[in-house]
């Protein structure tokens, strides 16, 4: 049986990212032959990218990049809290806001085809699953281009908005921006406002105000009059501004001569249903798995 130095493990590992026990692993089976042993980690890597994929993937980062007139916001999730600290998962994050900025890919698929540090981004993903042990995946992303300007506001990495809009003053726009991330306005204007969400509120309102006991036509004036006060929350001109609770977000762009065109906002996780474990099941299934290995 080969002797495997420590010296052989950091090389392989140079060459392949991989843990230092896989490597470990590797060049044993591989009786001390680099090369052998760097074709049994990409085996390997690509495998554990392959189990890791059915995974929910509920935590994640956003990032922006913006460059003149051109900017892109891009939501990229992972498995747990702990991967969303890792350089490599963030680099990976900002490449892509980046390659969306300047190739404008089609969707997510389009993105992942691209090239990226001498592979592809889908290439890189997958890598890094299989050096980190988790499931990651490229949600979406939004990109802009516009004779405008851009600005962009991320609340740590879990909130990120993008603001096109037109004035002089970048601090206003900058404001609006941290406004929408505050408050989490769903469209610019009440007339912008989904029908399915109006629908929904007011379904809503029609059972709390049928609940009163007042007559139809009372019912239906305290059903309108909800629906009126919901779209004034939940669209970003009617909303009172953070920074000045005396005037609307509206009323402070006509006083600064600003306009807002449009606007993104990704709060990481949005509507993903979250898979709650059994810990001590998950445990022991790992501790099996080590065991196997």
Do not use: W
């Not at 890791?52 to 051109?70: D, L, N, W």
């Not at 993105?111 to 979406?140: C, F, Y």
């Not at 609340?155 to 406004?179: C, N, P, S, W, Y």
């Not at 306005?185 to 629908?199: G, M, N, R, T």
Request: aromatic share 4%; net charge negative.
């Amino acid at each position: 049986m080969a002797v495997i130095t420590a010296a052989m493990v950091g090389e392989l590992r140079a060459k392949t990212d991989a843990p230092m026990m896989e490597c470990k692993k590797a060049l044993t089976e591989a009786e001390g032959d680099l090369v052998k042993a760097e074709e049994i980690l990409r085996v390997k890597l690509g495998t554990k990218a392959s189990k890791a994929s059915s995974r929910v993937t509920a935590e994640g980062v956003v990032s922006a990049h913006i460059a003149g007139g051109v900017g892109a916001l891009v939501e990229v999730n992972c498995e747990t809290d702990f991967v969303t600290k890792n350089d490599e998962f963030l680099a990976l994050v900002n490449d892509c806001a980046r390659l969306i900025a300047e190739h404008n890919p089609a969707d997510v698929a389009a993105l992942s085809a691209l090239p990226l540090h001498g592979k592809t981004v889908e290439d890189q993903r997958a890598a890094l699953i299989g050096r980190i042990g988790e499931n990651m995946s490229i949600r979406r992303f939004k990109r802009f281009e516009t004779s405008g300007k851009l600005v962009s506001y991320l609340h740590g990495t879990r909130i990120g908005v993008i603001v096109e809009f037109e004035g002089a003053d970048l601090q206003v726009a900058k404001d609006v921006a941290m406004h929408i991330a505050a408050m989490k306005p769903v469209s610019l204007s009440s007339d912008q406002v989904p029908a399915e969400l109006i629908e929904k509120e007011r379904s809503v309102a029609s059972l709390k105000a049928a609940e009163s006991g007042k007559p139809a036509e009372i019912v239906t004036k305290m059903v309108e009059g909800s629906i009126q006060k919901f779209l004034k929350e939940v669209s970003l001109l009617n909303q009172t501004f953070v920074k000045n609770d005396k005037q609307t977000v509206e009323q402070m762009l006509k006083a600064t001569n600003t306009a807002v065109k449009g606007f993104t906002m990704y709060v990481v996780g949005e509507g993903i249903e979250k898979k709650q474990d059994d810990f001590a099941a998950e445990v022991a299934a790992q501790v099996a798995a080590a065991q196997q290995a």
